[in-house]
């Protein structure tokens, strides 16, 4: 198969997770025959310091003329300390998203047994936590019109969705959950907000026609706390754009770092791939950065396209990593491996898995592991 894949690095540790994930399906390409090429556009703060945009045109047109694109990370603290900046790097990344027309965010939540203790979570409360958060993208807050008075003293964010746009991820949430464990669970807030209600209207009306899946509706507020008391309750979460983005961040540290969950953003067009944490800046260029993420979010891009034994193979040499703790500082505060090292190790057993070859790497997690 040959596949065009636009790498977009960004900012902070974006390049160097990115191109452990490129590491990665070279490997799958030397392994299986197939033919991948990678071209590079800026994107965020490194985009706005060389061209004055946060999403230049150069970038949009690559996107639009590839396969997928692959994502690093995104904003710098120089723009997250200055509130009066009139250009953001994550105005890129918003307008990404409506240039590509991806309407879903697809974030899989499962927990590696073998990092049980590193979660912040007694293991008793976390395991069997394997559940799928499904983002709305393109409306509400983040997407409605964003104004400041003359004066600088009054702000407003407009919140607004359509009918359409909620029953458009509803049925794939649904479609979903009737592969897994045949519930979803809807968040909102339809006590206080317009929105919400309407969420409600429309998603209870959508799940009379999958009567298979169980559907439950709860506050925002609840779901935060229910996260932590009991995440194993959880099998498809729909929440529109504001609440997916808080209620994703607070489950990608529960495996025990942030930088293991991958994510895709779909819709009727071109797909998006990215890790789902954000730049970290105070480990730019110091090989500590954690590529596990970046690399399992090019191993949902090969199953989107229905590589699915290829995406297997990167799972596969994930988890050989995670036994045999080769793994950053994030995981191991003793680790004596690099963003590189990690790697270099998974993709070397992507094209050979026969572990006489890794000898000189540390065998100490020995427990069975899954993935996402």
Not at 316 to 329: F, G, H, M, Q, R
């Amino acid at each position: 198969m040959n596949i065009n894949i636009a790498l977009l690095p960004g900012d902070g540790i974006g390049p160097e997770v990115i191109a452990q994930a490129v590491k990665c399906l070279k490997a799958v390409e030397e392994t299986f025959g197939h033919q991948f090429s990678f071209t590079t556009e800026l994107i965020g703060g490194a985009a706005i310091l060389e061209t004055k945009k946060a999403l230049p045109e150069k970038t949009i047109k690559l996107c639009l003329e590839s396969d997928a694109v692959l994502f690093g990370a995104i904003g710098l603290p120089e723009y997250d300390n200055n509130p009066d900046a009139k250009i953001r790097p994550e105005n890129g990344l918003f307008e990404l998203r409506k240039a590509l027309g991806v309407f879903t965010n697809i974030r899989p939540v499962a927990v590696f047994p073998t990092l049980l203790k590193k979660s912040p979570l007694k293991e008793a409360v976390l395991k069997g936590t394997d559940f799928v958060i499904y983002r709305e993208l393109t409306g509400g807050i983040y997407g409605g019109e964003h104004s400041l008075s003359d004066d600088g003293t009054e702000a407003t964010d407009i919140a607004s969705y359509t009918e359409s746009e909620i029953s458009r991820i509803t049925h794939l949430a649904f479609k979903a959950a009737k592969k897994r464990g045949k519930k979803i669970t809807l968040i909102d807030k339809s006590n206080v907000l317009e929105t919400s209600r309407l969420w409600r209207r429309v998603v209870k009306r959508i799940s009379e026609s999958y009567p298979e899946v169980a559907l439950e509706c709860i506050y925002l507020h609840n779901a935060i706390m229910q996260m932590i008391l009991n995440p194993s309750r959880f099998d498809v979460i729909l929440a529109p754009n504001l609440f997916g983005d808080i209620i994703s961040d607070q489950a990608s540290v529960i495996g025990g770092s942030i930088g293991l969950l991958p994510s895709a953003s779909i819709g009727d067009g071109i797909a998006m791939f990215e890790p789902i944490h954000g730049s970290y800046p105070q480990a730019t260029g110091k090989d500590i950065a954690n590529p596990i993420a970046a690399i399992l979010s090019a191993a949902m891009l090969l199953q989107h396209f229905g590589l699915e034994e290829e995406s297997r193979a990167v799972v596969s040499a994930v988890n050989k990593s995670l036994k045999k703790n080769i793994v950053t500082p994030d995981i191991n505060s003793k680790s004596k491996y690099g963003t590189n090292d990690v790697g270099d190790f998974i993709a070397n057993n992507i094209v050979d898995t026969d572990d006489s070859l890794n000898m000189n790497y540390e065998n100490i997690g020995l427990g069975k592991s899954t993935i996402i």
